[in-house]
């Protein structure tokens, strides 16, 4: 069956880094985007991060833009978040997500819309603080 399974997080001083893996079975990752969420404690679940499967183009939310960065491994079945200069706002927990399509192209809501994602990993908790 279809699976995805989040590893990397854990407690990480303001201003460190952490690198996120997304492990995916049941399904061929080649051909689907994926997606980063996060939820905070208390506020909505938010997608920060996305990639396309047919030409790698990435996706990130202003929160994000310029210290996280996606990339994937089809080969590894793998699709990582790269997490530089974190800060106690990044504190939460972490999810992959699949899109049910290559690309985040014409048509799609936006990359970072949960309704563009049909599963999900059960989350790695991030916590920032010294």
């Known amino acids: 069956q279809v699976r995805l399974v989040e590893s990397g997080g854990g407690l990480v001083q303001p201003g460190g880094s952490l690198r996120l893996a997304c492990v995916a079975s049941?399904?061929?990752?080649?051909?689907?985007?994926i997606g980063w969420f996060r939820q905070a404690p208390g506020k909505e679940r938010e997608g920060i991060a996305s990639?396309?499967?047919?030409?790698?183009?990435?996706y990130y939310t202003e929160s994000v833009k310029g210290r996280f960065t996606i990339s994937r491994d089809d080969a590894k079945n793998t699709v990582f978040l790269q997490m530089n200069s974190m800060s106690p706002e990044d504190t939460a927990i972490y999810y992959c997500?699949?899109?049910?399509?290559?690309?985040?192209?014409?048509?799609?809501?936006?990359?970072?819309?949960?309704?563009?994602?049909?599963?999900w990993g059960q989350g790695t908790q991030v916590t920032v603080s010294s």
């Open positions: 990639i396309n499967s047919s030409d790698g183009k990435t």
């Open positions: 049941g399904f061929p990752l080649r051909y689907y985007g």
């Open positions: 997500a699949r899109h049910p399509g290559r690309d985040y192209g014409p048509g799609v809501i936006s990359p970072f819309s949960a309704r563009e994602h049909d599963y």
